[in-house]
């Protein structure tokens, strides 16, 4: 699987942007899907997951309301909505793909360990 992030940019606060993570190689569909971000000097954060089989979306509690993840799994994109940004949101957001469920399912998506491919990320910055 090969992920490619792409909607960030510089909005300034109460804005919001969409971003996209497009798969190729092989479907989406029955994979747990998950958005991080990663500002200077700090660790991986999770933001929120998604099985694109049944289930429901996950989040973190620091987007909880303002974040939306989504999917579309026909176009092998998942999607994250952010409304009401804050300079903290500030970071490089990456896409990360589990091989299966396991990672929405378990309790593990907060961890990234738990997710096998990522993206190169898309960099937003909330001024």
């Known amino acids: 699987v090969q992920l490619v992030e792409s909607g960030g940019g510089s909005v300034q606060a109460g804005g919001s942007l969409r971003l996209s993570c497009a798969g190729s190689?092989?479907?989406?569909?029955?994979?747990?899907m998950g958005w991080f971000r990663q500002a200077p000097g700090m660790e991986r954060e999770a933001v929120a997951a998604?099985?694109?089989?049944?289930?429901?979306?996950l989040y973190a509690d620091s987007v909880l309301g303002r974040f939306t993840i989504s999917k579309d799994n026909a176009r092998k994109t998942v999607y994250l909505h952010m409304n009401s940004l804050q300079p903290d949101d500030t970071a490089m957001y990456y896409c990360?793909?589990?091989?299966?469920?396991?990672?929405?399912?378990?309790?593990?998506?907060?961890?990234?360990?738990?997710?096998?491919?990522w993206g190169q990320g898309t960099q937003v910055t909330v001024s």
């Open positions: 190689g092989s479907t989406i569909n029955s994979r747990c």
């Open positions: 998604i099985y694109t089989g049944l289930g429901r979306p």
């Open positions: 990360a793909a589990d091989p299966g469920e396991y990672a929405c399912t378990s309790g593990s998506w907060p961890y990234a360990r738990a997710f096998h491919y």
